[in-house]
């Protein structure tokens, strides 16, 4: 799972990734700051407790010790129960209007985003920076106009990569209809992250309203409009209202209006305070929980912490208070569970010690989509296995099941294979 931070310049993106990812990157108030994007893996909680939990009580059920019962994950990790799955974050340049035909960074930095499961992209909700990221003071943009820029931009980044071979791959359509431009589509898509299953659902929405005769006569802005629907499908895109410390609290609710009416999610956020908060945390200042609403001030902290940075840490206490943690939590788990439908599986070789080859318990938790059958969960951890698919065990019940039957969240799958 990988997800892209996008947005204008200067809204918060590397604010945003070094929080989350706790790596450090350049931060600064003006544009371009970040040129290569960066790359780093934030954890999130599974929305169940780690399965070891319910190992553990299997055996005190039948008299048997438990206490030395602990997973070990091969990537993210386990706390108290709750597992924490990574997801690969990108922070890449600024996007400024024209970027697909290279101004600004240009699509370089577009490039950087393929192979994106979703976006975020970063609004500056405070409004004090310009479409270019100059802080220019208040009233510089439109969140709402910084909103439909971007998607704009990204389709049009779109419609270039499907323009280069456009008279050549739209020939298809002459002899095979709609199935010749889908493939055309597809073929040149798939380099950016497009599966089938987005080319298909682009497509048959895009069809909705218009006509897919003649492809060939198409003018730019009907190819801009199949770009548009093409984007929604590869390049699924959330908000984070970001700055929500400094916003207006009306300028605040009407992009969130604008953006829950598209039925998309918007979370508004506060990365600085955030990673403040982490970076405080992490030096043991304060006890915060990533997420939480609130935290507290250790002895340490009483200590060693000035005035000055205890006010700042009471600022961001209101802060927290006023939107409701910093949003990042909540607004990425939205988008993977319930906007992506993403579940969480634990693939074990053992199905009643729920452990790998080397004996370790619950190794892999993998995040693969709602509606993944057996087989399915198969083919995600090895081809081979996929292929050689006989039967699976779900380790919570012992019961055989099937290749079509379909995984839930949580479920602990032995699969047998003939490899
Ligand atoms: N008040 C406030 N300032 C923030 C917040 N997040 C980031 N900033 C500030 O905004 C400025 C830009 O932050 P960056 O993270 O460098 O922004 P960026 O989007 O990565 O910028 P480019 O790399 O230039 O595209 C910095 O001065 C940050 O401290 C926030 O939530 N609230
Ligand atoms: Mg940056």
């Known amino acids: 799972m990988k997800i892209g931070l996008v947005g204008k310049p200067n809204v918060g993106k590397s604010t945003m990734f070094a929080a989350l990812t706790q790596i450090n990157v350049e931060i600064a108030n003006y544009p371009f700051t970040t040129i290569d994007p960066n790359v780093g893996i934030t954890l999130i909680q599974a929305r169940h407790d780690c399965p070891t939990k319910l190992l553990r009580e299997k055996l005190e059920n039948t008299g048997r010790q438990s206490e030395t ?43 950087d985003l393929s192979q994106c499961d979703a976006l975020i992209q970063v609004i500056d909700a405070s409004c004090l920076t310009d479409l270019d990221g100059n802080p220019i003071g208040t009233g510089a943009c439109d969140p709402i106009e910084e909103h439909e820029f971007l998607i704009s931009e990204l389709a049009s980044w779109i419609l270039s990569i499907i323009n280069q071979g456009w008279v050549r791959g739209v020939r298809r359509a002459q002899s095979d209809g709609d199935k010749g431009l889908m493939s055309y589509l597809y073929n040149t898509l798939n380099g950016i992250g497009a599966k089938e299953k987005h080319i298909n659902s682009g497509f048959n929405k895009f069809k909705i309203n218009e006509d897919t005769i003649n492809p060939w006569d198409w003018e730019e802005s009907k190819k801009h409009r199949l770009a548009l629907k093409l984007r929604e499908e590869i390049f699924p895109l959330y908000v984070a209202a970001n700055k929500a410390d400094i916003a207006q609290e009306s300028e605040l609710n009407k992009l969130i209006e604008f953006v829950n009416n598209k039925n998309s999610i918007i979370f508004p956020t506060s990365a600085d305070s955030e990673l403040a908060l982490r970076r405080a945390n992490n030096a043991n200042l304060i006890e915060y929980n990533f997420g939480s609403e609130d935290f507290i001030i250790t002895e340490v902290g009483k200590q060693k912490l000035s005035e000055n940075q205890i006010n700042g840490l009471e600022k961001i206490k209101s802060t ?4 409701g943690g910093t949003g990042f939590t909540k607004l990425i788990d ?16 053992d199905e009643n010690k729920w452990t790998d080859g080397d004996g370790k318990i619950l190794p892999d938790a993998l995040l693969v989509d709602k509606g993944t059958t057996a087989k399915g969960l198969a083919y995600e951890v090895h081809t081979d296995l996929g292929d050689g698919f006989i039967k699976a065990v779900d380790g919570k019940t012992s019961r055989i099941i099937g ?3 379909e995984l839930n969240d949580g479920d602990v799958i032995k699969i047998h294979s003939k490899v």
Request: charged share 25%; with cysteine; proline share 6%.
């Open 320 to 323: 927290l208070s006023e939107i």
């Open 334 to 349: 939205k988008i993977i569970f319930e906007s992506l439908e993403k579940i969480v599986v634990y693939p074990v070789q």
């Open 403 to 405: 290749s079509e039957h």
């Open 69 to 111: 019962i602990e997973c070990t994950p091969r990537t993210g990790s386990c706390e108290n129960d709750v597992r924490l799955i990574p997801v690969t974050l990108v922070d890449v340049a600024g996007l400024v209007p024209g970027a697909h035909e290279g101004k600004g960074r240009g699509n370089q930095f577009l490039s």
